[in-house]
Structures are given as structure tokens and as C-alpha cells.
């Protein structure tokens, strides 16, 4: 557990030191759960976000985008479920002062059961290395089962409590784990209570005529408002879908583990509208597409997971989690849901308007069922940076920061060094900077000996690094060094941007996805 816990601080350090994410109003001590992403954050944000919205938008042609406001008339919150239903489940501890939810604290109890489980598979791979077969030692090892069958019956009892209102077991629950304080051991536990997570805000221009509003708790409800304008004026046939980022917010009381959960925070969102009783064979497509554009990203197989929610909620008869591996262990990354057709239908009854499809081929009309992709951008964000950062042991026994960030979404592509500050070796790296910025996003660094630099740009993830020398002014050629292998070539100037594009284009990575 320590060294998970050194792990995260090392990554919440080096994403301030490089410029990626800073603590929100910091010269003024910070906003708790609020951040601000920098200038490298805000270019790797960039990079993920389109890359997503082009494997979903651009590469499917029954898929196209939107841009919903954030205020919504306040109605939609009452149709959508939100004002009655969402809800965490809070509980105190009387002795330390702190606000957990209920539910993770148990979720966190069964996540410590799963690295027990690992712990048994590592010994058992240790012992019997090249024989092990990890499925039938996952299958018929005695403590393991245990292990499983504990956690799927907290889980599920959980479920069933929460489903029905039954806080007062989801204390007792957590009571009979004897799970205590994280920060103080202390089991001096408070009732658990329900806490309403939608921020209100009122519109108007004095108090007597304003209006009640909530900033928008997810980006979902912008497009189901707009699913007939969307199909009428595209001539859209079902099944098509409906693509959306944009930022949401909720008022978080335990807000934690960096940009994991915050207050405010970025949702990229495709509503897939079909036909009723379609459901189960798009949400079987969904789940292995969006896990095949995952692990396009070569995060590793073994970091992902889906886990099908013992609860579903409301709306939905089928749901699930694709699950990473963070610092802090498997966490939701992504949700796919089979969500009927509760969201449409309840928007007619509120709004009294029909939210219907005709069928021209059974010729009948009806109302779509909904099946919902939904992945949190800061999460991907951090799911990306923990992976990526490392550190290597080189040959020479020194050591060097890495982040190994996939190319297609590094901030920078490309770093243009001159040896030296002289001789005419700056001017000429200029010019390959505005030759290849027009391409890539290009930096340009003369300061310090170049190995140093290198280093900078290791700790940044760029992937390449172009040196100009005093060769470069008598054949036209430079050094191209690879990040990841640190392996260097000469290369001739005009061969640059064919040779950097066919490594970090978004096109080439589509292409490799699309087939």
C-alpha cells in the first residue's frame, strides 16, 4: 500500500512540475477537487479528447456530434431522475471528522480482497513457473474461491440495501467488516445519509423573476432533448448515434484521488438510438468496441477489466464498467449501459411533446431505446499519465524520468535541438521548425548540453528528438532519436516529416483501428 501511495504522489508531482494539471486558485491555497490542466495538460486533454470523438464520429457514419448547453430548463432534472434520485450514500466518522461514502468504503474492503487474490496468483506463478495455468488456478484454488465468493456476497448485499433505501443495513455492513477510518483506524461511525450531488444556480436578471437551474451533473440529458431535432434535420435512420463532450459537475463531498473525482470535470458521451429488442446485441458490439479503441492505446491487455454492476440503476437492464488499474487499483474508467427507453419516454411525459421514431421498413412508430457509451476525459487523462510514467535504469547506472505516453497523444512530437548555441546551428533548427510545425506540435530548445535536454523531453513524452550539428550544415542531414529506445539515425531534413508522421499521425492510428 505504500509504495501505491508513493507511486500517485509521484505522478500528482511530476504533472505539476512539467505542466500538465496544477491545483486550481493556488495563490490562494486551492480549491478543494478543482484543477487546472497546463500547458502540456491541455494538449494531451486535446489529443485524447480527439481521438475519441474521431474513432466515434468521424469513423462511423451513422454517429454524429453536438454541443449542448450546460443550463437546461429545470424540468429535465425532474424528468431525468436527478432532482429525486441522485444521490451518494455519506457517512461520518465521529472521531476524525471525515466524510466517506458508504459504498466505496465497502467497494475499497472488496478491492483489497482482489490484491489478495493477485498475491495468491503471483506465489502460485513463482512455484510452478512455466506450468501455471492461471484460469484453472482461478478456478479451483480453495482460497481464492473464498476470496471471490466473499466479495461477490458484500457486493451484492450492498447492491440490494442501496437499491432499497436500506441504509441502515449499509451501515451494518460496514460495522460487521469492521472496516474502520482510513486515516485514523477509528470505527466510530455515523447513520448513513443520502446527499443530493447537483449543484443549483438561478438565471434572471433580479431575484423576483429568477429561475431555479443546475449546472448539468452529466452531458446525457443534452442529447436526448435534441434527439428529433438531430434526426429530422440529418435524415437519421435508426440505429444511429449521437456523440457529445463537455464539461458536468457535481458537488462531490468526498471528492479524492486527484482528478479521479472532482467537482468539475470533462464527459465524452455517444447515445446509440435503436430499435426495442435490439438491446442485448449493441450492448454485446459496444463493450468490445470501445475496449478495441482502449487498447489501440497499448496501455496493456492486462490493466483493463469489465466488471457488470450488481446494482443497475434506474433507467437501465444491463450495465457495465470497463475497469483500469490505477495507482489505486481498478477503478470505473468507462460505463456502457442499456438504458430502454426511460430517458425518452419520461422527457414526453414531462414536456408533452412525442420522442418518436417512425420506422419506414415495419412502417410503425416507437419510442428508441438508448444504448449509452460514457467515459470520463480527466480519468482517461489519468489513466494515461499513471501508466505512462516510469523510470528506467540506463547502462551506465543513471536513471532518467520517462513518460512513455502513446504517441498519437503526446503534447509535443517532436523537439528541435541545436548542438550549440553557435555557427549557424540555431538558425538552421529554426528553419525545421517552421518547416515541420505545420505538421506537429514542435519545441525548440537550446539551453544546456543536449543530453540534459533529451532528459526534459524524456520527462514531457516527446517522442522525438531532431539534433542539428555541424554535419547538418555540410549534407543536409540530422540526428532523429527515438524516446523509447533512445536509439538514434541520420536523416536526411526533407525525409523528416514522412518519417515522424508515419509514428505519431492520428490518421495512422486510425487507420490501424479502423481495420
Known sequence: MAKTEDLFKKVIAHAKEYGFIFPSSEIYDGLSAVYDYGQNGVELKKNIRDYWWRAMVQLNENIVGIDAAIFMHPT???????????????????????????????????AKLDEKIEKEVAKAQKRFGEAFDLEQFLATNPRVLEYKQRGQEILSRLAKSLETDNLADVKALIEELEIADPETGSRNWTDV???????????????DASMDLYLRPETAQGIFVNFLNVQKSGRMKIPFGIAQTGKAFRNEIVARQFIFRMREFEQMEMQFFIKPGTQQQWYDYWKQTRLAWHLSLGLGEENYRFHPHEKLAHYADAACDIEFRFPFGFKELEGIHSRTNFDLGNHEKYSGRKLQYFDPETNESYTP????????????????????????????????????????LAPTKVAVLPLLKRDGLPEKAEEIVNELKYYFTVAYDEKDAVGRRYRRQDAVGTPFCITVDHQTLEDNTVTLRHRDTMEQQRIAIPELQAVIAKEVDMNQWLRRLGR
Open 193 to 207: 445519509k443520502q446527499f443530493n450531488l447537483m449543484f443549483g444556480t438561478k438565471i434572471g436578471a433580479s431575484a
Open 369 to 408: 431505446y438508448v444504448l449509452e457509451t460514457s467515459i470520463g476525459l480527466d480519468r482517461m487523462f489519468l489513466a494515461i499519465f499513471s501508466n505512462a510514467l516510469q523510470e528506467e535504469t540506463l547502462e551506465s547506472g543513471d536513471t532518467r524520468t520517462l513518460l512513455k505516453l502513446p504517441f498519437v
Open 76 to 110: 429535465t432534472w425532474k424528468a431525468s431522475g436527478h432532482v429525486d434520485a441522485f444521490n451518494d450514500p455519506l457517512i461520518d466518522n465521529k472521531d476524525s471528522k471525515k466524510r466517506y461514502r458508504a459504498d466505496v468504503l465497502v467497494e475499497d474492503y472488496v
